[in-house]
């Protein structure tokens, strides 16, 4: 008697995560976009040179960098889905809205000075959270170079500046 062969089970292709496309991000960052970045450099820098770094964010060209990349750069941690904003933001691109692009500060490397998001922390985390490849819509300038002097890091800070 012949013995019948066991069907072997379908492979199944696994599922990537959905991928930020590139319709889900504006090629323009929201006009409220710039006073927020102006709120938060003018907390790390004086007024006049954070007013002119977002002078400067305004005619920048538009460049896309990886979510994960960004957050590298910056040495911030990846704020996790359960957040209200990266919430907020991850629900806006489900239901078809676009994300407008983030604002950016370079770091220098040689000087330890990471870089800067000016604007758009909650949306790099969320489209990290899409997909950690996923390119994100940037406007990137350099740092006023008077104003990116890294912060002293050795233990004993506190003491030095009392000295």
């Not at 006073?35 to 400067?56: F, G, I, K, M, N």
């Not at 060209?61 to 957050?71: E, I």
């Not at 239901?95 to 000075?113: I, Q, T």
């Amino acid at each position: 008697m012949a013995q019948k062969k066991k069907s072997m089970p379908a492979k199944t292709a696994k599922k990537k995560p959905r991928p930020l496309a590139l319709e889900h991000s504006k090629t323009e960052p929201d006009e409220h976009d710039y006073p927020a970045a102006l709120d938060y450099l003018t907390l790390v820098q004086s007024l006049e040179t954070a007013e002119t770094a977002v002078e400067r964010l305004k005619t920048a060209d538009l460049t896309h960098r990886k979510a994960k990349d960004l957050l590298r750069a910056s040495r911030l941690e990846t704020l996790p889905p359960t957040n209200v904003h990266v919430m907020a933001d991850l629900a806006k691109v489900k239901a078809g809205k676009s994300l407008s692009p983030v604002l950016l500060l370079r770091g220098v490397l040689e000087s330890d000075v990471p870089l800067t998001i000016a604007d758009g922390y909650h949306r790099i985390c969320a489209s990290y959270w899409l997909d950690e490849n996923a390119d994100i819509p940037c406007r990137l300038v350099a740092a006023a170079a008077a104003t990116r002097t890294a912060p002293s890091r050795r233990a004993n800070s506190c003491k030095d500046a009392r000295a």
